[in-house]
């Protein structure tokens, strides 16, 4: 595909400019071309935008349509800015500054961190009982996450 340039995004139900970006992610995807991967922009504030493929609701926008124009997430509780992200094949993880890691999507190997109960999640949540990350990575299905103290921790498919 050429290049295309990101000049609009959806702001609480409205087109707006694009504000500068600091940081863009993409998801992992299990069968090559299969077009079916999300990203995730994080602006120069802190504020995060997801786009493409949303089945298991990784967009964390509430619900379970593919986005083509990036869309603001929302936070119910939480104003720290984003730092950073993780995206696997059908879920994503988001750092906040403040050390705590928000996920939606695909929970079904447990990649979100939520225990075998839920299936999936279409906003985004921080019921994993972490604290005080500092970075995290994901890969198709899996997740690790480092914290202040050193610590390392990892969930999801153990394939």
Do not use: M, W
């Not at 504000?19 to 993409?26: D, G």
């Not at 786009?51 to 603001?72: M, S, V, W, Y």
């Not at 988001?94 to 705590?100: A, F, H, M």
């Amino acid at each position: 595909n050429d290049f295309e340039r990101i000049d609009v995004v959806v702001d609480d139900g409205r087109e707006r400019d694009s504000p500068p970006f600091a940081q863009v992610f993409t998801g992992a995807t299990g069968s090559a071309n299969s077009g079916e991967t999300h990203s995730l922009l994080i602006d120069q504030n802190g504020d995060v935008y997801t786009t493409g493929n949303n089945n298991k609701g990784q967009l964390c926008l509430g619900d379970t349509e593919a986005r083509f124009i990036p869309h603001k997430v929302f936070f119910d509780d939480d104003d720290s800015p984003a730092v950073a992200a993780a995206l696997g094949e059908d879920f994503t993880l988001i750092l906040l500054e403040n050390g705590r890691v928000y996920g939606c999507g695909s929970n079904a190997k447990g990649e979100l961190g939520l225990g075998s109960e839920i299936k999936s999640v279409q906003i985004p949540i921080s019921d994993n009982g972490l604290s005080d990350v500092i970075a995290l990575s994901s890969g198709l299905n899996f997740s690790l996450f480092l914290t202040r103290n050193r610590k390392a921790y990892a969930t999801g498919s153990n394939i």
